[in-house]
């Protein structure tokens, strides 16, 4: 019985998926909107008192983010950038400069390896004072589904309960209910083109 409602979770995760993928790839104009969604962010108060805060770099159609972040590097702040290990796991970069980035495996532009385990490079998750987040498709209480590899889920664990997670998304990545497990972390926010949610968050 149990094998059987796990399966149907994981089916409707994956039609949701899917949708969203879809709905994300036929979206218009993302570059303007995109544009409009980064502005969101930088203007919260939480992204005004934060001294370190982890930015994204969009791969595919996610919300993009890398036309963002050389104004984020002249901002005063400490901006962290993650990269996957090879045991598919987030590890954290301190970026100071954009020459610092390359196309890597798959595409994705990413830390240059040569620099990745430099000590003065490398960040603790709980050194973080605002995390943003990508994802596949939510909900407007901050249920967050991503590409099921888990990869930010393990990060998100050890960020601290007090750094704001908010997550970057098109009005079209929304759904009326996300599938979630106990386990499963809510955004505390996520910004579309279209309003600011305020999601259920941890500990909530």
């Given at each position: 019985?149990?094998t059987?409602?796990?399966?149907?979770i994981?089916?409707?995760?994956?039609?949701l998926?899917?949708?969203a993928?879809?709905?994300?790839?036929?979206q218009?104009h993302?570059?303007?909107?995109?544009?409009?969604?980064?502005a969101k962010?930088v203007a919260?108060?939480?992204?005004?008192?934060a001294?370190?805060?982890?930015?994204?770099?969009?791969v595919?159609?996610?919300?993009?983010?890398?036309?963002?972040?050389?104004?984020?590097?002249?901002s005063?702040?400490?901006?962290?950038?993650?990269w996957?290990?090879?045991?598919?796991e987030?590890?954290?970069?301190?970026l100071?400069?954009?020459?610092?980035?390359?196309v890597?495996?798959?595409?994705?532009?990413?830390p240059?390896?040569?620099?990745r385990?430099?000590?003065a490079?490398q960040v603790?998750?709980?050194?973080?004072?605002?995390?943003?987040?990508?994802?596949?498709?939510?909900d407007?209480?901050?249920?967050?589904m991503?590409?099921g590899?888990?990869?930010?889920?393990?990060?998100?664990q050890?960020?601290?309960?007090d750094?704001p997670l908010?997550?970057?998304?098109?009005?079209?990545?929304?759904?009326?209910e996300?599938?979630t497990?106990?386990?499963?972390?809510?955004m505390?926010?996520?910004?579309?083109?279209?309003a600011?949610?305020?999601?259920?968050?941890?500990?909530k």
């Amino acid at each position: 019985m149990t094998t059987h409602v796990t399966e149907t979770i994981q089916e409707r995760k994956k039609k949701l998926r899917d949708q969203a993928h879809a709905n994300r790839n036929a979206q218009e104009h993302k570059d303007d909107l995109s544009r409009a969604i980064c502005a969101k962010f930088v203007a919260l108060p939480a992204y005004a008192s934060a001294k370190t805060v982890l930015y994204y770099i969009d791969v595919r159609s996610e919300v993009r983010t890398r036309q963002e972040l050389p104004n984020a590097l002249t901002s005063g702040k400490k901006i962290i950038v993650p990269w996957c290990n090879e045991k598919g796991e987030l590890e954290l970069f301190h970026l100071e400069n954009m020459d610092e980035l390359s196309v890597g495996m798959y595409k994705i532009l990413e830390p240059k390896p040569e620099l990745r385990h430099l000590p003065a490079k490398q960040v603790g998750a709980t050194e973080l004072d605002l995390v943003m987040v990508p994802g596949v498709a939510f909900d407007r209480t901050g249920a967050r589904m991503g590409h099921g590899k888990g990869y930010y889920d393990k990060l998100l664990q050890h960020a601290r309960l007090d750094a704001p997670l908010v997550a970057l998304a098109f009005e079209c990545q929304l759904f009326p209910e996300i599938p979630t497990a106990s386990h499963d972390i809510f955004m505390d926010m996520l910004i579309t083109e279209a309003a600011v949610y305020s999601g259920k968050g941890r500990g909530k």
